[in-house]
């Protein structure tokens, strides 16, 4: 090759796209904090199959680095050190502390999250058109959503007239937002709410002791964390609950209106694409959730004595039998 020729194959090497470099020999790496039970291995696939259908195949071109914290605050806190160290080319965050973590150890690796509650007044974003900074993601929760659970609540039989609604303060910072929608909706429907807040194994059990009423548990990853300790202790309450993941549902509680988690990670997914063939996380709007699902399991209504009106089912996603 002569000087002239070298010259120009440098030249088209430095406007290489990061598409172009993408589809090259270059792995790229990606790190990824869940605040989940233990190793998330269906949220693993999901991931995985939604990234190689652009073209980011781990183990290739791509490596995933996954950390599942368990719903614990302490190990997610370690975890973020460890994929920080690792100095990948960019993170994504499942879940509010999971964000809180990282956007404390880097301002400069880009951030997606999925499975965030209102980002903008936990102050992730500067506001969702334009985030800014190195972070953006895809939102778990709208605002008429909170209502919308209370009014499943209020369609069953017999009627709830007092509403229990389950959080813990130390992992749900944005329960207030949601309390006072749910406020909100409770006086147009006639129903007294009260916070039920739960830190620990045995505010937890305590849920057993409500009467003459019904539970909202929501979004929260200490619930889903402690979810058998939830659904024990809201059957030893024989109330009726409408949970915010249909994990609940699934392990016998009575029905869960939610987003599709699966959605969320395949936009999730898209972000992280974009991002590593070059786009800025500041530029990239945050969304909110587009595809509810709402799921009931009528063995459950059978063994507490709850009717679900064949309205409700017929717009259910899915009914357990």
Not at 28 to 55: N, P
Not at 76 to 99: F, H, N, Q
């Amino acid at each position: 090759m002569n000087r002239r020729e070298c010259l120009a194959f440098l030249g088209m090497t430095a406007m290489l796209s990061p598409a172009a470099l993408a589809q090259s020999d270059i792995v790229r790496r990606l790190g990824v904090l869940a605040v989940t039970a233990g190793d998330d291995v269906i949220g693993q696939a999901r991931l995985a199959e939604a990234l190689a259908a652009h073209g980011w195949k781990d183990q290739d071109n791509l490596r995933i680095d996954w950390r599942s914290g368990a719903g614990d605050r302490v190990t997610i806190a370690r975890l973020a050190d460890e994929l920080i160290a690792l100095k990948p080319d960019i993170l994504l965050a499942i879940g509010t502390p999971s964000v809180e973590e990282l956007r404390q150890r880097t301002t400069t690796i880009p951030i997606v999250f999925a499975v965030v509650t209102d980002p903008v007044s936990q102050g992730f974003v500067q506001n969702l058109a334009h985030p800014g900074g190195n972070i953006t993601g895809f939102t778990d929760y709208d605002g008429p959503l909170a209502g919308k659970w209370l009014d499943l609540l209020m369609q069953i039989t017999p009627k709830v007239s007092c509403v229990f609604v389950v959080y813990n303060p130390a992992t749900a910072p944005f329960a207030p937002l949601m309390l006072h929608t749910i406020e909100d909706a409770a006086r147009t429907l006639h129903v007294t709410v009260e916070p039920a807040p739960v830190r620990d194994a045995a505010s937890i059990a305590a849920l057993a002791a409500h009467k003459d009423g019904g539970f909202l548990v929501l979004p929260d990853f200490f619930t889903i964390a402690n979810r058998a300790q939830l659904l024990s202790a809201i059957a030893g309450a024989r109330l009726p609950a409408v949970f915010w993941s249909r994990s609940f549902v699934d392990e016998g509680g009575l029905m869960s209106y939610s987003t599709d988690s699966a959605e969320q990670l395949r936009r999730a997914a898209g972000y992280v694409d974009r991002i590593l063939k070059g786009a800025q996380a500041a530029d990239l709007p945050v969304q909110n959730p587009t595809t509810f699902e709402l799921v009931v399991n009528l063995k459950c209504a059978r063994a507490m004595g709850v009717t679900i009106p064949a309205s409700l089912l017929a717009t259910a996603h899915d009914v357990i039998e």
